[in-house]
């Protein structure tokens, strides 16, 4: 265990319901039809109100080990993120670790993925479930250590929130993970189990990795130099990995307007999933700690409400590539049903102006998803200049959105088709809203188109 000060200031535990926890996102643990009856569950549900019922209705279901997201409704946390524990039996160990190690995994990923704050933790491993605790909290306990260190740089704190019995196996193995002192981690040091999973926390089974050998069929001599591993999922998924034609050949055609358009479509969502799977490869923290984009409440149809902050875009400092993929890599699961998104304009420098080559590039490479979903672009606090730019750009280079772009000057004006509870508004943005533009007694309308 490394000694990482901003790692251990990130953890907290709190006795209690974490129905109740201020954060983010809270965690529920479920079944796989999302409809299980415990403690848990059941206080989530209570606080958060008749209507998560329904939305988890839409998501059908969530497999062991996965995590979805929706809203938090009357909850303090904005978010509630679902996943499935796995049921415990002791000749299926591995397989119920590798599971439980999914579910804290990717409940850190989703909150990674929406730049979230702070994440509120239930015992995933119910009772019910056959878990033993201690397993299972050790588990928990590295697998959001090793995810913090490595990707958590946006992330402030994670609580654990647990009960009376629970409370004493956290505050026993709480010290082997998450030393306070030096002198604390050196004495953990012996207490801590000789497996401790891979650099990600999860776990390894020596006897299921798979090794190429220089000559098949011959005994391998452990003094040579370990074999290349292979994870065989892996084989085939790659967009470079399937037959195509011939590549140079359709883009003569395209040149020549030659291709249909059925093939045009085929080889923009091959182009686009190359653009995907690079964007789950790459390490994005670097944008994801800028909080440019990030995903808040609904609107008053129900549509998902994305946000850019245009202020937090300093164009002229990051790898605008990355901040494509990175754009990608957010949207792609939101872009499959309707969506609006905001783009704060608010306070904005020469130095965040997105150029219209990036703009019609990243237009040119989404998903025909993007564009088709997109119900409404609010352009808030624009200028004049930006008016009259986003005119000729949506007229001449991307006409496809003209009619989804409305310029809104305050946010008043927001709020009739975005209610305040539901999108988180930065400080910066209320501060000079409230400075240049009084209080409407008569609401401008919005299209909700």
Same mark, same amino acid.
């Not at 800028?290 to 994305?306: F, N, P, S, W």
């Given at each position: 265990?490394?000694?990482?000060?901003?790692?251990?200031?990130?953890?907290?535990?709190?006795?209690?319901?974490?129905?109740?926890?201020?954060?983010?996102?809270?965690?529920?643990?479920?079944?796989?039809? =999302?409809?299980?009856?415990? #403690?848990? &569950?059941?206080?989530?549900? *209570?606080?958060?109100? !008749?209507? @998560?019922?329904?939305?988890?209705?839409?998501?059908?279901?969530?497999?062991?080990?996965?995590?979805?997201?929706?809203?938090?409704?009357?909850?303090?946390?904005?978010?509630?993120?679902?996943?499935?524990?796995?049921?415990?039996?002791?000749?299926?160990?591995?397989?119920?670790?590798?599971?439980?190690?999914?579910?804290?995994?990717?409940?850190?990923?989703?909150?990674?993925?929406?730049?979230?704050?702070?994440?509120?933790?239930?015992?995933?491993?119910?009772?019910?479930?056959?878990?033993?605790?201690?397993?299972?909290?050790?588990?928990?306990?590295?697998?959001?250590?090793?995810?913090?260190?490595?990707?958590?740089?946006?992330?402030?704190?994670?609580?654990?929130?647990?009960?009376?019995?629970?409370?004493?196996?956290?505050?026993?193995? =709480?010290?082997?993970?998450? #030393?306070? &002192?030096?002198?604390?981690? *050196?004495?953990?040091? !012996?207490? @801590?189990?000789?497996?401790?999973?891979?650099?990600?926390?999860?776990?390894?089974?020596?006897?299921?990795?798979?090794?190429?050998?220089?000559?098949?069929?011959?005994?391998?001599?452990?003094?040579?130099?370990?074999?290349?591993?292979?994870?065989?999922?892996?084989?085939?998924?790659?967009?470079?990995?399937?037959?195509?034609?011939?590549?140079?050949?359709?883009?003569?055609?395209?040149?020549?307007?030659?291709?249909?358009?059925?093939?045009?479509?085929?080889?923009?969502?091959?182009?686009?999933?190359?653009?995907?799977?690079?964007?789950?490869?790459?390490?994005?923290?670097?944008?994801?700690?800028?909080?440019?984009?990030?995903?808040?409440?609904?609107?008053?149809?129900?549509?998902?409400?994305?946000?850019?902050?245009?202020?937090?875009?300093?164009?002229?400092?990051?790898?605008?590539?990355?901040?494509?993929?990175?754009?990608?890599?957010?949207?792609?699961?939101?872009?499959?049903?309707?969506?609006?998104?905001?783009?704060?304009?608010?306070?904005?420098?020469?130095?965040?102006?997105?150029?219209?080559?990036?703009?019609?590039?990243?237009?040119?490479?989404?998903?025909?998803?993007?564009?088709?979903?997109?119900?409404?672009?609010?352009?808030?606090?624009?200028?004049?200049?930006?008016?009259?730019?986003?005119?000729?750009?949506?007229?001449?280079?991307?006409?496809?959105?003209?009619?989804?772009?409305?310029?809104?000057?305050?946010?008043?004006?927001?709020?009739?088709?975005?209610?305040?509870?539901?999108?988180?508004?930065?400080?910066?943005?209320?501060?000079?809203?409230?400075?240049?533009?009084?209080?409407?007694?008569?609401?401008?309308?919005?299209?909700?188109?």
């Amino acid at each position: 265990v490394v000694f990482l000060i901003d790692v251990i200031c990130a953890f907290h535990y709190s006795k209690g319901d974490v129905a109740l926890l201020n954060c983010t996102a809270i965690v529920n643990t479920s079944n796989e039809t =999302l409809t299980d009856k415990n #403690p848990i &569950s059941d206080s989530i549900h *209570r606080h958060a109100g !008749p209507e @998560l019922r329904d939305e988890l209705l839409k998501l059908k279901g969530c497999r062991t080990g996965e995590a979805k997201m929706t809203e938090g409704f009357n909850l303090a946390a904005r978010f509630i993120i679902h996943t499935v524990g796995p049921k415990y039996k002791a000749k299926y160990r591995t397989a119920a670790e590798s599971s439980l190690y999914s579910c804290y995994r990717n409940v850190m990923q989703l909150a990674k993925e929406h730049t979230m704050v702070s994440v509120g933790f239930c015992v995933i491993s119910t009772t019910k479930r056959g878990y033993p605790l201690e397993d299972a909290t050790h588990i928990a306990f590295r697998t959001v250590r090793r995810f913090l260190e490595n990707h958590g740089e946006s992330i402030e704190a994670v609580v654990f929130a647990v009960s009376d019995a629970e409370e004493v196996v956290y505050k026993k193995l =709480l010290p082997l993970y998450y #030393p306070r &002192s030096k002198d604390e981690e *050196r004495a953990s040091l !012996p207490l @801590l189990p000789a497996d401790i999973g891979n650099s990600e926390g999860e776990p390894v089974v020596p006897e299921r990795q798979i090794r190429i050998t220089e000559k098949p069929g011959s005994v391998e001599d452990d003094s040579e130099d370990e074999s290349l591993e292979l994870g065989l999922g892996l084989v085939g998924n790659h967009a470079f990995a399937r037959m195509e034609g011939d590549v140079d050949k359709q883009r003569k055609q395209i040149l020549q307007g030659h291709l249909s358009e059925a093939a045009q479509q085929k080889q923009h969502q091959r182009n686009y999933n190359r653009w995907l799977c690079r964007a789950r490869a790459e390490d994005l923290s670097d944008i994801a700690a800028l909080k440019a984009l990030y995903q808040t409440g609904v609107d008053m149809c129900g549509r998902t409400v994305m946000v850019v902050v245009g202020r937090n875009i300093p164009v002229t400092l990051i790898d605008m590539e990355k901040a494509l993929l990175y754009f990608i890599h957010v949207m792609d699961h939101i872009t499959v049903k309707e969506y609006v998104m905001v783009y704060f304009h608010t306070l904005t420098g020469e130095h965040n102006h997105l150029d219209t080559d990036f703009l019609k590039k990243l237009y040119d490479i989404v998903d025909i998803k993007f564009k088709k979903n997109l119900r409404a672009f609010y352009f808030v606090h624009p200028t004049f200049r930006s008016k009259v730019s986003a005119w000729f750009f949506t007229t001449f280079s991307v006409s496809g959105i003209k009619e989804k772009v409305h310029h809104i000057e305050n946010l008043q004006q927001l709020f009739a088709c975005i209610l305040p509870e539901q999108i988180d508004i930065p400080p910066f943005v209320l501060e000079y809203d409230a400075r240049v533009s009084p209080i409407q007694s008569s609401l401008h309308s919005c299209s909700l188109s």
